[in-house]
């Protein structure tokens, strides 16, 4: 150890760094544990209002038989055929030529302990037309029997519908109700079989008012998609397969416009799936996230704590060298504690007060904690102000990486390049041969009580 004391000073900074690796880990599960339990929250919200919804339909639903002779072949005797009577069970879906909806959305924030959960209630009026087409049978001998029409439409968590859905089609007045259990969408009116006339117009009309939590969404099953939503809410995150066509967004609220055709969608074919092959189909939505997740910015924090406390450690281990400070590997560890429980502390704060406050005040603790830590290892207020002006940099250009997602690999990359640029400036003039040396002649600085006192056996730093 005495013989190489640069290298044993390494090791030991490594071993440390590698040490507060644990408690960072704890960290990091604390974050963990505690976006768990924000998402726990979410889900109890939405059981008792209702989840993320999705819009679909309406639809024209036909289910009907078709009968027909069919030629096979009979056991046992070749060359003699029969015919058999067959009677199969098909579903004609019929999607509206047209669809336009408007919307209105409005927000409110409930509290599950300390987690708040955006809830949300909106009201849909939607008009469109159905062209009807005669079906026609399959097989040359077939004969159709239609069962009872419905129209059918659905949302994703049928417990959000806050009153029966209006629904008027061609004229009439259709009360909605539930589906039978082999349709594809939960709620159905039933139609009037006479109004179902090969080339039939059958504008229709409908209205309701639905509630949900997180997101809202519509598969277009139209030929022509029209939809626009209008809501205070000044954060949206559009998704899905398709983006608003038009869409301003401002501190006021936003107003968003989505127009699909069925040329450009597969939702009408991946509608009509059934088994194994069915897909979900197309769809497009906005989602009302709190675009400040202090959760998943405590993690982006955590991700940059290695890089942190290894950037603080080579600034010291630096200036040890230029300034010839004596700084003891316990130290280090307690400057190394310190900057640990900065992020257990922005996790704890945040949670109350939001993140950039909580990083404000986890900051300010932290540097006034280690400035005045510092102030006393290196022998006075203004080394002690200088390392603690070199944390305030650190920390403020973390905060920038975090609020700065998409400039965050630049911002990190200057970073690197800066401190390495700085520690090679700062020790440019530095004979490592002589530093290597173990009788090396350049002595402590003795301008600090702590390096005075380094210099007698067995002594430690103030």
Not at 181 to 205: I, T
Not at 222 to 250: I, K
Not at 266 to 271: D, H, I, K, L, R
Request: hydrophobic fraction near 45%; glycine fraction near 8%; charged fraction near 15%.
């Amino acid at each position: 150890m005495n013989k190489h004391p640069l290298l044993s000073k390494l090791l030991i900074i490594g071993f440390l760094m590698a040490l507060l690796a644990i408690p960072l880990a704890f960290v990091r599960e604390a974050i963990a544990e505690r976006t768990a339990y924000r998402d726990s929250a979410t889900s109890e919200v939405a059981r008792a209002h209702a989840g993320p919804q999705t819009i679909t339909g309406p639809v024209l639903w036909l289910p009907y038989t078709e009968t027909f002779l069919r030629t096979v072949k009979v056991d046992g005797k070749v060359g003699e055929t029969r015919e058999e009577l067959v009677t199969e069970e098909r579903v004609s879906i019929q999607f509206p030529k047209t669809l336009n909806t408007t919307g209105q959305l409005a927000t409110e924030t409930r509290l599950r302990g300390i987690f708040p959960v955006t809830v949300y209630t909106s009201q849909h009026a939607s008009t469109g037309r159905f062209v009807w087409t005669e079906i026609s049978p399959r097989h040359r001998s077939g004969q159709i029997a239609l069962g009872q029409p419905l129209l059918l439409m659905g949302v994703s968590d049928a417990r959000g519908l806050l009153s029966a859905p209006q629904l008027r089609l061609a004229g009439s007045v259709l009360p909605v109700g539930q589906a039978p259990r082999s349709a594809p969408l939960p709620l159905a009116a039933r139609v009037d079989m006479a109004q179902l006339k090969p080339g039939a117009v059958l504008d229709f009309d409908l209205k309701f008012d639905l509630a949900g939590t997180g997101s809202i969404g519509w598969v277009p099953l139209a030929d022509e998609n029209s939809v626009t939503l209008t809501s205070p809410w000044p954060h949206p995150s559009f998704g899905g397969d398709f983006l608003p066509r038009q869409r301003s967004v401002s501190a006021s609220g936003f107003e968003a416009t989505w127009r699909v055709t069925s040329l450009s969608s597969q939702a009408q074919a991946q509608f009509g799936q059934r088994g194994e092959h069915a897909s979900v189909p197309e769809q497009f939505s906005v989602s009302l996230g709190n675009p400040v997740d202090v959760y998943r910015l405590n993690e982006r924090a955590t991700k940059y704590a290695s890089m942190f406390i290894v950037l603080t450690f080579a600034a010291f281990f630096v200036l040890e060298m230029v300034k010839r400070w004596r700084i003891h590997p316990m130290q280090y560890l307690m400057i190394g504690a310190a900057l640990v429980l900065f992020f257990l502390l922005l996790l704890s704060l945040s949670e109350q007060i939001g993140f950039l406050s909580a990083y404000l005040i986890a900051s300010i603790a932290c540097i006034a904690l280690l400035g005045h830590y510092l102030r006393h290892v290196l022998g006075g207020w203004r080394p002690g102000l200088a390392m603690s002006s070199l944390l305030v940099a650190l920390y403020g250009v973390l905060y920038g990486i975090l609020v700065s997602e998409d400039n965050a690999l630049m911002m990190g990359s200057l970073l690197l390049f800066g401190v390495l640029a700085a520690i090679m400036m700062a020790t440019r003039k530095i004979d490592w041969y002589s530093v290597l040396k173990t009788d090396s002649a350049a002595a402590p600085n003795p301008a600090t009580p702590f390096n005075t006192a380094a210099a007698a056996p067995g002594a430690v730093g103030n």
